[in-house]
């Protein structure tokens, strides 16, 4: 019995979890993918054990944000100036 209640839980659960992101009333695609944004940088996919994975996650992927950041304003930079 108790585990047809926690199946039917989790049953649930992905039914408004689906409906939610489907909704187009609910948060907006832009506030979705920012807070994914934010938790791709902050490492909160990786292994929560291991500090030092997760630190070395942090920094690689704010370095890495940082790069293609500069990049962007260099592209936009050198095509304003003209070549």
């Known amino acids: 019995m108790a585990q047809r209640q926690d199946s039917e839980r989790e049953s649930r659960r992905i039914l408004e979890r689906v409906a939610q992101e489907t909704d187009p009333a609910g948060a907006s695609f832009v506030a979705r993918k920012t807070r994914d944004m934010r938790d791709h940088v ?42």
Do not use: H, K, N, Y
């Not at 994975?53 to 962007?72: K, N, P, S």
């Open 42 to 83: 902050a490492a909160t996919d990786a292994d929560g054990s291991d500090p030092i994975e997760v630190w070395g996650t942090r920094i690689g992927r704010i370095l890495g944000l940082l790069l293609a950041l500069g990049l962007m304003v260099w592209l936009v930079l050198f095509l304003t100036r003209g070549s």
